[in-house]
Nanobody, 122 residues
Framework: QVQLVESGGGLVQPGGSLRLSCAAS????????MGWFRQAPGKEREFVAR????????YYADSVKGRFTISRDNAKNTVSLQMNSLKPEDTGVYYC???????????????WGQGTQVTVSS
């Protein structure tokens, strides 16, 4: 069992930065691949980034590549998403997720956080 709690969302101007964090409970955190997804109003949840159990393999959605960076600290049971050069289209609720197999598909993840709101607006 893994419980996930996101933090770090907020309101930011276009071009600004935010750092999201996801704190995980449980002693098996390092066994899980972690992913970040987001959902804008009226849209389906979409993949943002994922990282394997060791942190050595990372994948990004084309829309965030070069602007977002996913990282993890297994000693602290945390995964982070550094978001730079934010755009209005990055607005949405951001969720972290844990799964035994990393994937771009939300259905492959077993555990989800409650989400944190990110709003990019002037």
């Amino acid at each position: 069992q893994v419980q996930l709690v996101e933090s770090g969302g907020g309101l930011v101007q276009p071009g600004g930065s935010l750092r999201l964090s996801c704190a995980a409970s449980g002693r098996t955190f390092s066994s899980y691949a972690m992913g970040w997804f987001r959902q804008a109003p009226g849209k389906e949840r979409e993949f943002v980034a994922r990282i394997n159990w060791s942190g050595g393999i990372r994948y990004y959605a084309d829309s965030v590549k070069g602007r977002f960076t996913i990282s993890r600290d297994n000693a602290k049971n945390t995964v982070s998403l550094q978001m730079n050069s934010l755009k209005p289209e990055d607005t949405g609720v951001y969720y972290c997720a844990a799964g035994l197999v990393g994937s771009m598909q939300a259905g492959r993840y077993d555990y989800w956080g409650q989400g944190t709101q990110v709003t990019v607006s002037s």
